[in-house]
């Protein structure tokens, strides 16, 4: 954050009315952020001065005029509201002081000789930011922090559901990515559906400091951790390990065979919680985002290229033997990630394509990351591939993965065709195919610096370090 040697300001005029509350809000946060003022500290100011805004709107004769002010120093972030009619204002102005956040400061005070000034102010030395947008990324400090000894890890009740929202509000605003955590109602239908697994940490007085979910597509049978919050006084403590451990007990009851995460490449501390939670990498998903798709709060040393992912997996209940088809190049590979996620394998001999076509399915999400999957594999599937990759460049994809069952007998067919196109190897989805595994390659259209990726264990650089050099042609069939 900026260490300004003095305090510098930003103003706005506007009309006192309920539906400019918007307006104010994503005007304070931007001037917030602007000024180098954390994220979260920022969004709870906007959040601040969002609902005072309300509270005083209520009051105006729809014609009043308010003036903010926000100053930015070393300690501190200050918003001014100011604005004419003592009298219509007085009883209003009186209340705001209940209607706040307890940890949020405030106080007003006449101003001119018909007027009121509201301040409120956030403190920068309190407030510990986001690193990135799961809790689980803040580093942890030598800092003080209230002992976690009382705390447990909980399955939510429905009655648990407004205090979650008041968590993630702590800490991100009302800018979080799934809106859904903010509203009880869709939020507890999510988890009554099946879509949404939840865990929550509990402090010692039985409020919510926590939470992480498994958010699972209808009938699979992996589910992705994510939903992840840890309110700021209480990281550092391995929350998140302790929550994902309770998951892990949760997933097999609702007929789960595991869970995966997809921590990002741009700092290793998500990383580092996926290690401690006993999920071994099994995927490397290079160029899977835009370059601007990751958090605004921190320093990108993979600038200029698009964003990359590690996936993490582990099982949540004893894995069954496989029998694998393993492609000649990625043999020591695969057997190598299997190993790691404690599964025992037998490598069939190849026999080529087990069935008279193939079927397939192809996708491109609006961020330019293209799947071609095959669920089976026929003879023809060197054609088949190279239409599928005309099919979704055309649409936009920069980034490529093609999917296959790891134990169809054409896969080394397919895969030979695949390497002759630019393909190199992605990894392995683990029960990702209805309890079955997929084998993945993957394919980039534009220049990608794996020496820039951050990454945390010697797996997962082993790993990096093997994708590169198949991807420049160094590895042999």
Same mark, same amino acid.
């Given at each position: 954050m900026k260490s300004p040697s003095h305090p510098r300001h930003s103003e706005l005029q506007v009309l006192l009315e309920p539906a400019r509350n918007d307006l104010?809000?994503?005007? #304070? *946060?931007?001037? +917030?952020? +602007?000024?180098? #003022?954390?994220?979260?500290?920022a969004s709870l100011i906007a959040d601040d001065c969002a609902d005072v805004w309300l509270a005083l709107s209520g009051g105006a004769s729809g014609h009043d005029r308010a003036h903010?002010?926000?100053?930015?120093?070393? *300690?501190?972030?200050?918003?001014?509201?100011?604005?004419?009619?003592h009298s219509r204002f007085a009883n209003v102005v009186a209340s705001l002081r209940g209607r706040m956040r307890p940890d949020a400061g405030i106080?007003?005070?006449?101003?001119?000789? /018909?007027?009121?000034?509201?301040?409120?102010?956030?403190?920068?030395?309190?407030?510990?930011?986001?690193?990135?947008?799961?809790? &689980?990324? +803040? !580093?942890e400090t030598a800092a003080a922090q209230p002992s976690t000894g009382d705390v447990r890890i909980d399955v939510p009740e429905k009655s648990d559901t407004p205090a979650i929202a008041r968590c993630f509000l702590a800490v991100y605003g009302h800018h979080y990515v799934h809106s859904d955590v903010f509203s !009880?109602?869709?939020?507890?239908? *999510?988890?009554?559906?099946?879509?949404?697994? !939840?865990?929550?940490?509990?402090?010692?007085?039985?409020?919510?400091?926590?939470?992480?979910?498994?958010?699972?597509?209808?009938?699979?049978?992996?589910?992705?951790?994510? &939903?992840? #919050?840890?309110? !700021?006084?209480?990281?550092?403590?391995?929350?998140? &390990?302790?929550?994902?451990?309770?998951?892990?007990?949760e997933a097999p009851k609702r007929g789960l065979h595991g869970i995966y995460a997809e921590p990002l490449t741009i700092h290793t501390f998500s990383q580092r919680n996926d290690e401690r939670a006993g999920m071994p990498i099994c995927a490397v998903l290079l160029g899977a985002n835009p370059e601007s798709f990751r958090p605004k709060d921190i320093a990108c040393p993979t600038a200029? @290229?698009? @964003?990359?992912?590690?996936?993490?997996? *582990?099982?949540?209940?004893?894995?069954?033997?496989?029998?694998?088809q393993a492609p000649a190049p990625y043999r020591d590979v695969l057997l190598n990630i299997y190993e790691s996620l404690g599964v025992t394998v037998t490598v069939a001999a190849a026999s080529g394509a087990a069935f008279p076509d193939s079927r397939t399915s192809i996708k491109v999400n609006d961020r330019g990351y293209g799947v071609i999957g095959f669920e089976r594999i026929g003879p023809n599937?060197?054609?088949?591939?190279? @239409?599928?990759?005309?099919?979704?460049?055309?649409?936009? $994809?920069?980034?490529?993965?093609?999917? $296959?069952?790891? +134990? /169809?007998?054409?896969?080394?067919?397919?895969? &030979?065709? $695949?390497?002759?196109?630019?393909?190199?190897?992605?990894? #392995?989805?683990?029960?990702?195919?209805?309890?079955?595994?997929l084998?993945?390659? @993957?394919?980039?259209?534009?220049?990608?610096d794996t020496d820039k990726l951050q990454l945390f264990t010697d797996q997962t650089k082993a790993l990096v370090a093997f994708i590169d050099r198949d991807r420049n042609g160094s590895v042999k069939a």
């Amino acid at each position: 954050m900026k260490s300004p040697s003095h305090p510098r300001h930003s103003e706005l005029q506007v009309l006192l009315e309920p539906a400019r509350n918007d307006l104010v809000r994503a005007f #304070v *946060r931007e001037a +917030a952020l +602007a000024e180098g #003022v954390p994220v979260s500290c920022a969004s709870l100011i906007a959040d601040d001065c969002a609902d005072v805004w309300l509270a005083l709107s209520g009051g105006a004769s729809g014609h009043d005029r308010a003036h903010i002010a926000l100053s930015f120093s070393r *300690r501190d972030v200050k918003a001014r509201i100011m604005l004419s009619g003592h009298s219509r204002f007085a009883n209003v102005v009186a209340s705001l002081r209940g209607r706040m956040r307890p940890d949020a400061g405030i106080s007003c005070r006449e101003s001119g000789i /018909d007027g009121w000034e509201v301040s409120l102010h956030r403190s920068l030395i309190a407030v510990v930011d986001m690193l990135t947008p799961a809790a &689980e990324a +803040a !580093p942890e400090t030598a800092a003080a922090q209230p002992s976690t000894g009382d705390v447990r890890i909980d399955v939510p009740e429905k009655s648990d559901t407004p205090a979650i929202a008041r968590c993630f509000l702590a800490v991100y605003g009302h800018h979080y990515v799934h809106s859904d955590v903010f509203s !009880p109602n869709r939020y507890w239908a *999510r988890v009554e559906s099946g879509e949404l697994i !939840p865990v929550i940490a509990r402090g010692g007085e039985g409020d919510v400091i926590g939470h992480l979910a498994l958010e699972r597509e209808s009938g699979a049978l992996v589910a992705e951790r994510g &939903e992840a #919050v840890v309110l !700021p006084t209480y990281r550092g403590h391995h929350l998140l &390990e302790r929550m994902t451990e309770r998951l892990s007990v949760e997933a097999p009851k609702r007929g789960l065979h595991g869970i995966y995460a997809e921590p990002l490449t741009i700092h290793t501390f998500s990383q580092r919680n996926d290690e401690r939670a006993g999920m071994p990498i099994c995927a490397v998903l290079l160029g899977a985002n835009p370059e601007s798709f990751r958090p605004k709060d921190i320093a990108c040393p993979t600038a200029g @290229q698009r @964003q990359s992912y590690l996936r993490t997996f *582990r099982f949540v209940q004893p894995p069954a033997a496989r029998t694998i088809q393993a492609p000649a190049p990625y043999r020591d590979v695969l057997l190598n990630i299997y190993e790691s996620l404690g599964v025992t394998v037998t490598v069939a001999a190849a026999s080529g394509a087990a069935f008279p076509d193939s079927r397939t399915s192809i996708k491109v999400n609006d961020r330019g990351y293209g799947v071609i999957g095959f669920e089976r594999i026929g003879p023809n599937a060197a054609i088949e591939l190279e @239409q599928a990759l005309r099919d979704v460049r055309a649409l936009g $994809a920069c980034s490529v993965q093609l999917s $296959a069952p790891i +134990a /169809d007998p054409g896969l080394s067919l397919l895969t &030979e065709a $695949a390497r002759g196109l630019g393909f190199f190897f992605c990894g #392995v989805g683990p029960a990702f195919a209805d309890g079955a595994d997929l084998f993945l390659l @993957q394919l980039l259209t534009e220049p990608l610096d794996t020496d820039k990726l951050q990454l945390f264990t010697d797996q997962t650089k082993a790993l990096v370090a093997f994708i590169d050099r198949d991807r420049n042609g160094s590895v042999k069939a």
